[in-house]
């Protein structure tokens, strides 16, 4: 376990001071990227479902303060986790599917929306719990990548270039919303624990859709650690102290992500034996963000105020956020330097997150998709 951690902090060295910059020195076995997902990996789908769209909080400062220094649609500070992906994998210019242009070239096609769940609007309408009005389902996420497929496509570089089979395709749903939605709403731990293997069956079919479609490479993130979200912590408050963990988060709902994750893996393997010739990696938010958090709390304290887990731009309470004034609501202010915190926002993480997980969990898996520096 020590020797595990201690690796990780290498890796944690390394990828500090070796991000961030566009390394087109990297050569990788294919040419395009897919991603599905939610705010982890949307660089400005959701405030383009609705026509109210343009009224979401990231297109209001201080979103993308830290970079690019105005607001980009993405639910951050600044980068997120698909930024930094395709950065590693020499292939930078990926653009999200509601606003490409096929008049010019690129490299890969998000369809991600922040908010978004893995079960269909239907499953949490039945059982009483609202959704963002912008959620994209990953079943309507899979649509448009079937659309996406049959649609024209005129030039030959560009069409081969994004055959599924010369692609990478990541599923990076780790902020876990058909849960949390759920827990703030009222939900219990009990009832929720029942939607884990639901969950987990959306993906795993979600996946084997687009290897029979044509996919060979597919990486998948785990869940992060939802019990330590600001949101979470602030709707499910409780004075019993033994409800946190050492970090001050909260246990039962971070054991719901550890269930969830280890089903995950194993459906993951199995739909590995089904199909062999396929590559199909892990990246783990989980352990890495637990990691970063851990690093940023106090020796000495309590539980229940441990300072990581405040969000930057915020107001009130003690974890810094009150749903009735988001970041990007008037006179709610961030941080002085958001690369300090975790949290971004409440629901979000900050860059600096993005960029030490894809940092610690990305290097290792190119290595085993057959990317290699050039
Ligand atoms: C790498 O990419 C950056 C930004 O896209 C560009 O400015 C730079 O010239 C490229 N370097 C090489 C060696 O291609
Ligand atoms: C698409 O890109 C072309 C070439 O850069 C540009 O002329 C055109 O206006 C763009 N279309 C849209 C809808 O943005
Ligand atoms: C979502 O609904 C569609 C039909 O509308 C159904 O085919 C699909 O199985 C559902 N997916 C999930 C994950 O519940
Ligand atoms: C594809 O192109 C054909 C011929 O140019 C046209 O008839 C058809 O409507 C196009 N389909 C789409 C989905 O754009
Ligand atoms: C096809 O796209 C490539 C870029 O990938 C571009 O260089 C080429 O000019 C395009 N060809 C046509 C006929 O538009
Ligand atoms: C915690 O205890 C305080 C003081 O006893 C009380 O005012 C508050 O309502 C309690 N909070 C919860 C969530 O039970
Ligand atoms: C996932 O959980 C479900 C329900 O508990 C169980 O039936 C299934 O076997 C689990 N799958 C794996 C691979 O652990
Ligand atoms: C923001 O703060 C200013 C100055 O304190 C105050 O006048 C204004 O009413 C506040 N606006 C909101 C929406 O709270
Ligand atoms: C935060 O980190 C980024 C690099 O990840 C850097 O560009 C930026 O200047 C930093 N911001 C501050 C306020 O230090």
């Known amino acids: 376990m020590k020797s595990i951690k201690i690796i990780a902090f290498l890796l944690l060295i390394v990828a500090g001071t070796a991000s961030a910059q566009p ?34 909080p990231p297109t209001r400062s201080p979103y993308g303060v830290t970079f690019p220094g105005s607001p980009t649609g993405r639910w951050s500070d600044g980068r997120v986790d698909v930024d930094y992906v395709a950065d590693a994998v020499g292939l930078p210019n990926i653009v999200p599917y509601l606003s490409m242009n096929d008049s010019r070239s690129y490299d890969g096609i998000i369809f991600s929306v922040a908010g978004s769940t893995t079960l269909n609007a239907s499953f949490f309408e039945s059982r009483g719990i609202s959704v963002p009005p912008y959620n994209i389902p990953l079943d309507t996420q899979l649509n ?32 876990l919303n058909d849960i949390g939605y759920a827990l703030v709403q009222g939900k219990s731990i009990q009832e929720v624990t029942n939607y884990v293997p639901l ?58 992500a550890v269930k969830f994750n280890s089903n995950l893996t194993a459906s993951f393997l199995a739909l590995k034996a089904e199909f062999p010739s396929v590559n199909i990696l892990p990246a783990d938010y ?17 539980r229940r105020r441990n300072p990581a887990l405040r969000t930057c731009c915020g107001v009130g309470g003690r974890y810094n956020y009150d ?8 006179n709610v202010t ?8 975790i949290y971004w926002d409440g629901l979000h ?26």
């Open 334 to 341: 961030a941080c002085s330097n958001p690369n300090n915190s």
């Open 323 to 330: 749903s009735n004034r988001f970041c990007g609501s008037p």
């Open 23 to 56: 390394r087109n020195n990297t050569k990788c076995p294919f040419q395009f990227l897919y991603h599905f997902g939610d705010a982890i990996s949307d660089t400005g789908n959701s405030i383009r479902v609705l026509p109210s769209g343009p009224l979401l």
């Open 199 to 256: 969950l987990v069956e959306a993906q795993i079919n979600a996946a084997r859709e687009v290897i029979k479609l044509g996919a060979t490479r597919v990486v998948y993130t785990t869940a992060a650690p939802l019990g330590c979200y600001p949101y979470i912590l602030t709707a499910l408050t409780t004075n019993d102290t033994s409800a946190y963990d050492g970090l001050g988060c909260l246990r039962a709902v971070n054991n719901i």
């Open 144 to 175: 448009w990548f079937r659309s996406y497929l049959q649609s024209n496509c005129t030039n030959q570089t560009e069409c081969a270039k994004r055959q599924p089979s010369n692609s990478a395709v990541l599923f990076e749903f780790s902020e």
């Open 286 to 302: 989980y352990a890495t963000v637990r990691l970063l958090i851990t690093l940023k709390t106090p020796i000495i304290g309590s």
């Open 349 to 374: 993480f900050t860059q600096q997150v993005y960029n030490r997980v894809i940092g610690i969990q990305v290097l290792p898996a190119l290595l085993l998709l057959g990317c290699r520096p050039i």
